[in-house]
């Protein structure tokens, strides 16, 4: 007789379950509403903070092939994301799926990687947001906040008289962390709404900062175009692939969209494809504008206006980088409440967590619990090592899911498939290889501080999971 840690859920029960259970959430998004949450997930940190650093550090300009690369490993686990969410349309995206072909066990350290995605990701662009806001007030209207109350407790700056300054609150950071868990209790129809708006502000930032940074690019700039060599491209494409973490947020959202076996795949397809677009785009104009070692700056987009002396795209791009990284924050926090949700609902946390608002029908409980982590860890953190753990942690999800797809393809070949990601096996395995290849570029203490992460999350698993799962409760 299997145990239960590595026994799996069919996909019929997995859907039974959904549809019966008391804890279910309302179908009210479209493919429209979808795709602006993917793209609302997808453009933010990417463009507006970490592609400078790439360039500067690790590949050039090269860093144009590493938006590649992430891209094309990304467009590989998209359509297996594709095939998984049309087939389980229900809440947990990359969680639910490995319960469903990998076990027990795998499900709950692929929901536990996906706290780093979602939670971490988030904690990390509060705080980048809270940045870019801090300097918008200062450019723009003169205005210098308390260097104690805009950054966490292990955050220091040396001044030029060499005193040492603490960070004490980031309270930027915890009021939009607070508006956003607010807004999305109250409904995920207005959260959805209110990113679509803010959706066509940063597109249409990213778009003016391609219309006037064409203008003032020197080809000179691109030359040496791959000073780091071809690793140098590995290693950026490990970097910032957290740009391109969001697309899969989509199928977090998997049980509250209208026609979810069609509108998932197109959701996920669409806003992978406007975003990869629009990264290679700023990448190739960035890295025009000014010489690359010059762009390891916090706001590099911002940064190439300035030396091209259009003062005014400063002051739009800028509202533009504030929209688009509050966007992330909230997709983010959209999806980890429905990664508790659904792990909660299988007994792996406590059953509380999954209940759904009696008025709002939001998953408010594991929405709570989401905003006050982030709004802790966003008061006190710096974002030094939570950006690549980030990568890492989803990089390990889409793994995964690119290996869920070859297993059901196995195991239950003859079962409905409203959308078939091409070219099995080649696709999955390509998806493996190229995501295991961006994670053997991220750093040791990355590593490292993922597999403590691991660790803890099969303690926590051993302790309570395990023993108040519903499928192990269930007889074989």
């Known amino acids: 007789m299997a145990t239960p840690l590595f026994r799996t859920k069919s996909i019929s029960q997995v859907m039974a379950e959904s549809e019966s259970s008391a804890s ?121 906040l308390p260097f104690e109350w805009v950054n966490g407790y292990l955050v220091t700056q040396t001044d030029a008289a060499g005193v040492v300054h603490h960070g004490i609150f980031n309270v930027p950071a915890v009021i939009l962390v607070g508006l956003i868990t607010v807004l ?82 197109i959701g996920i397809i669409a806003s992978l494809i406007a975003c990869t677009v629009l990264y290679i785009g700023v990448a190739a104009v960035l890295t025009g504008m000014v010489p690359y070692l ?58 509380s967590i999954s209940q759904v608002h009696p008025k709002y029908q939001t998953p408010y409980r594991s929405t709570l619990l989401t905003g006050l982590v982030v709004a802790a860890c966003a008061s006190t953190l710096s974002t030094e090592v939570a950006g690549n753990l980030t990568s890492m942690g989803t990089l390990f999800a889409f793994v995964l899911v690119c290996l869920g797809v070859l297993v059901l393809r196995k195991s239950e070949p003859d079962r409905p498939r409203p959308f078939k990601a091409p070219l099995v096996p080649v696709v999955p395995v390509l998806g493996m290889l190229t995501c295991l290849g961006m994670m053997a570029g991220l750093d040791s203490a990355t590593w490292l501080n993922f597999f403590v992460w691991l660790a803890i999350g099969l303690v926590i698993y051993f302790s309570y999971g395990k023993h108040h799962s519903v499928l192990s409760r269930k007889p074989s």
Not at 319 to 335: P, R
């Open 24 to 144: 279910r959430l309302k179908r009210s998004l479209s493919a429209f509403d979808l795709t602006m949450i993917g793209i609302g997930a997808i453009i933010g940190a990417g463009i507006f903070a970490l592609t400078g650093n790439a360039a500067a550090t690790k590949a050039g300009p090269a860093v144009v092939l590493s938006f590649v690369l992430s891209g094309i490993g990304c467009a590989f686990a998209g359509l297996c994301y594709a095939e998984m969410a049309a087939m389980i349309p229900v809440a947990g995206s990359a969680y639910t799926y490995a319960y469903a072909t990998l076990g027990e066990l795998f499900a709950w350290i692929i929901g536990w990687a996906l706290v780093l995605e979602y939670a971490v990701g988030a904690i990390t662009v509060a705080i980048s947001w809270s940045g870019y806001f801090v300097r918008f007030l200062e450019k723009g209207f003169h205005i210098q």
């Open 184 to 265: 999305l209790i109250v409904g995920v129809k207005e959260s959805v709404r209110a990113t679509s708006a803010i959706v066509f502000v940063k597109i249409f930032a990213v778009l003016l900062f391609l219309g006037i940074g064409a203008q003032h690019v020197d080809s000179a700039n691109w030359s040496p175009f791959m000073p780091f060599g071809p690793w140098g491209i590995v290693q950026g494409a490990g970097t910032i692939f957290f740009a391109y973490i969001g697309f899969d947020a989509v199928t977090t959202m998997s049980e509250e969209a209208k026609n979810a076996q069609r509108d998932l795949p």
């Open 294 to 351: 010059q762009l390891k700056d916090p706001a590099p987009v911002t940064l190439a206006l300035s030396r091209a002396g259009v003062s005014w795209g400063v002051m739009l791009v800028s509202v533009g980088a504030l929209a688009g990284l509050g966007s992330v924050v909230m997709v983010m926090m959209m999806g980890q409440p429905r990664v508790f949700f659904a792990m909660s609902r299988d007994g792996l946390l406590p059953a």
